[in-house]
Nanobody, 115 residues
Framework: QVQFVESGGGLVQPGGSLRLSCTASGFTFSIYYMSWYRQTPGKERELVAT????????NYADSVKGRFTISRDNAKNTVYLQMNNLKAEDTAVYYC????????WGQGTQVTVAS
């Protein structure tokens, strides 16, 4: 079945960096756009970034533009999110998913930005 396994989260100080990874399985990864989302308690899940099938185009939420970079490796069925200059408001559980694929969410990876 379709699965998304996120990793790479952790505790980081403001201004620091993290690189998240998400490995997908159960579908033809290379033909789907992939997205990163995040969610904090009591709030709706927010779309953070999306990348096209070949990785030649991407778009970002205004709140992360210029700080986050999404990329993918189709040979490894993996999508990445490089997060730089992290802020306290980036604290959330981060998830990946193919936005047009009907599938369950993964377990996510917790990112906590705090001093």
């Amino acid at each position: 079945q379709v699965q998304f396994v996120e990793s790479g989260g952790g505790l980081v100080q403001p201004g620091g960096s993290l690189r998240l990874s998400c490995t997908a399985s159960g579908f033809t990864f290379s033909i789907y756009y992939m997205s990163w989302y995040r969610q904090t308690p009591g709030k709706e899940r927010e779309l953070v970034a999306t990348i096209t099938t070949y990785g030649d185009n991407s778009n970002y939420a205004d709140s992360v533009k210029g700080r986050f970079t999404i990329s993918r490796d189709n040979a490894k069925n993996t999508v990445y999110l490089q997060m730089n200059n992290l802020k306290a408001e980036d604290t959330a559980v981060y998830y990946c998913k193919a936005p047009t694929l009907i599938a369950s969410w993964g377990q996510g990876t917790q990112v906590t930005v705090a001093s």
